[in-house]
């Protein structure tokens, strides 16, 4: 029987690599113009990074870590997030003394155990984003504004919501609140929620069941709860969100699925995905740095998700394919095919994307897999056009042919053929 991926875990085809890459590329650059650097972190950290960070009531943590125990007998796991690995390693190298702010990203797989849907893996990709070293509401503002623009600069769009989830000083008001209104229908909501309603009251707010949710809606708000610094704070990242011209809707349901978060908090919702709208989401966390053993350092950040990018891209259509070869080589009798194998390492030591067949196929079926590789121009070198000191050059897109006068010396036969290439291409 032949073995198959896991559940959850899913390949990235050739097909489907352009439309990657494209997303990559675009949000790459917007990185540079913000001033972010990359920054790579492993895939496999201490399991107590993600309790102490995540959070022990969280979904992520009690249902859905792939933990496990090493050969060391350390308990490991791979991570289910980019942020708390980013702050250790921020920690541990010490970061901070590189300059006051630190922008970083990072882009890569990661893992959680849940019930796989469309645009649901076990394996994802996220592009994360984390400032560092600042409270500047404008910074939070700015975090928006990037995301913001890397959707449009992909051609995406999505609706920002906003909230805030107040600091240590005015949430235990809210918790109290929240709390007085769960009392009161605890025997109507899941297990869930009646075990997190004394643990972590917030987080049922998170909760996945409708029936849940159904309840909630009436239930007290947190930015009535903000305290004045935090106040203050918040309505200064809505005012320079409408100077950045980023629309967005106030959430103040929204909690995120995740313990650190502080103050601002957002998501970026799409309709277009079935149940899994969230194609991004982020917001300040200011004491975690300080909670994993750090300076008093301020923090905040998103994530994208890259397998709904791309589906919401794919459903759009028009996909960017990744180019292919600039030249198929075809040679036909053993001695051109000799010539052609040396002539297209010159080529590719020149900077070309060439591809030749070895498996000495025809010439019918050779022209047939410059076709199927979309190779942009055909070389065609046989015993003949050896003798006379040529080949013939044909355009794929035009279909025109035209014969080149090699070079009388081998060397230079590379450099000619670049040169007619550039040539037409520019025409
Ligand atoms: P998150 O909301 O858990 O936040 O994930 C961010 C994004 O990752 C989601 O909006 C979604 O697009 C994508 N995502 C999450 N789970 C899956 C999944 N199972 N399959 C496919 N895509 C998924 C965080 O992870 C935070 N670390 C974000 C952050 C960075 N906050 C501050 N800095």
Redesign the pocket.
């Known amino acids: 029987m032949s073995i198959k991926a896991l559940k959850g875990f899913k390949d990235i085809l050739p097909d489907e690599v352009g439309i990657w890459q494209f997303i990559e590329r675009k949000a790459r650059d917007i990185f540079r113009r913000y001033g972010f650097e990359e920054i790579k972190v492993p895939i496999l950290e201490k399991t107590e990074l993600f309790v102490r960070t995540i959070g022990e009531d969280t979904d992520?943590v009690e249902k859905e870590m792939y933990t496990f125990v090493d050969r060391n007998g350390s308990s490991i796991t791979m991570r289910?997030?980019?942020?708390?690995p980013v702050i250790r390693s921020y920690i541990e190298n010490g970061l901070f003394v590189r300059g006051s702010v630190q922008r970083l990203y990072t882009i890569g797989p990661?893992f959680?155990h849940?019930r796989p849907q469309k645009?649901?893996?076990?394996q994802?990709h996220?592009m994360?984003?984390?400032v560092l070293g600042s409270n500047s509401a404008k910074i939070d503002s700015e975090v928006m504004a990037m995301a913001w623009h890397i959707l449009q600069e992909i051609g995406l769009q999505a609706s920002l919501e906003l909230n805030s989830l107040g600091c240590t000083e005015c949430r235990p008001s809210f918790k109290e609140a929240l709390l007085g209104f769960l009392q009161e229908r605890l025997p109507d909501l899941c297990d869930d929620c009646q075990r997190r309603s004394s643990s972590n009251p917030l987080r049922v707010l998170d909760c996945k069941s409708e029936h849940c949710q159904a309840q909630y809606a009436s239930a007290p708000s947190i930015i009535e709860h903000l305290c004045g610094p935090c106040s203050l704070h918040f309505e200064e990242v809505k005012q320079t969100l409408t100077q950045a011209g980023v629309p967005y809707a106030l959430n103040p349901k929204m909690v995120?699925?995740?313990d650190y978060?502080t103050r601002t908090t957002f998501?970026?919702l799409t309709t277009e995905l079935g149940a899994?709208g969230?194609?991004?989401?982020?917001?300040r966390?200011d004491g975690l740095v300080r909670q994993l053993g750090g300076p008093e350092v301020t923090?905040?950040?998103?994530?994208?998700?890259?397998?709904?990018l791309v589906m919401l891209l794919g459903q759009k259509g028009g996909l960017e394919s990744v180019p292919g070869p600039d030249l198929f080589l075809i040679t036909l009798g053993e001695r051109a095919y000799e010539k052609g194998f040396v002539l297209q390492q010159d080529l590719r030591a020149a900077g070309m994307y060439v591809m030749m067949d070895h498996e000495g196929r025809s010439m019918k079926n050779q022209l047939k897999q410059a076709d199927k590789h979309r190779a942009r121009f055909v070389l065609l070198l046989g015993e003949e056009e050896l003798e006379k000191g040529e080949a013939a050059l044909k355009d794929m897109r035009s279909g025109e042919q035209e014969i080149c006068a090699l070079a009388p010396a081998f060397k230079n036969w590379a450099p000619v053929i670049l040169a007619k290439i550039s040539e037409r291409t520019k025409e």
């Open positions: 992520i289910p997030e980019g942020t708390a990661m959680r849940e645009g649901r893996l076990r994802f996220q994360s984003v984390e995120r699925g995740l978060y998501e970026l899994q969230a194609i991004g989401a982020g917001g966390y923090g905040i950040g998103f994530a994208m998700g890259m397998e709904r």
